[in-house]
């Protein structure tokens, strides 16, 4: 497979990894829905949503870099959320999001699928591996263990 392929392949897992995870955000949280029931809906949703992490979300991350580096990382969650909300902003009468609550737990449960999901089916860069080593040698016991002062 060419190069360009493999990236429109990438480009469509993605899509529709991301599609899935609004798709459990909205079932799971209550003050996320969709006003169209079809499909067209999540599918436009997840590109919008794609779009914009790819070109303002890194905006806001340097804007917001002395927030992340004070949360250490946390604050990451606030800009899903702002993400999530400007989304249900632009896409206001297909897509609604009630609160900002509402906003920072759907933006929890799709970057937990969503990573889920690239892991899962090697989307992602990020490796997980399992070693077992095999325990330390004990020493024989011969008195010199560690000393507990009181």
Not at 42 to 51: M, N, Q
Request: proline content about 7%.
């Amino acid at each position: 497979m060419s190069s360009e392929t493999q990236k429109v392949v990438q480009f469509f897992k993605s899509w529709a990894i991301s599609t899935l995870a609004v798709l459990i955000a909205v079932k799971v949280v209550h003050g996320i829905q969709f006003r169209d029931p079809g499909l067209l809906a999540p599918v436009l949703t997840a590109l919008v949503l794609g779009i914009l992490n790819a070109f303002i979300r890194p905006i806001l991350v340097i804007f917001a870099l002395p927030l992340l580096i004070l949360t250490l990382g946390l604050f990451m969650l606030v800009i899903n959320a702002l993400m999530l909300c400007f989304v249900s902003w632009l896409m206001q009468p297909y897509f609604q999001v009630n609160t900002f609550g509402a906003a920072i737990l759907g933006a929890l449960i799709i970057s937990l699928i969503s990573g889920a999901l690239n892991i899962l089916t090697g989307s992602s860069n990020a490796r997980f591996t399992v070693h077992r080593r095999p325990p330390p040698n004990k020493p024989d016991n011969d008195g010199n263990g560690p000393v507990i002062d009181v």
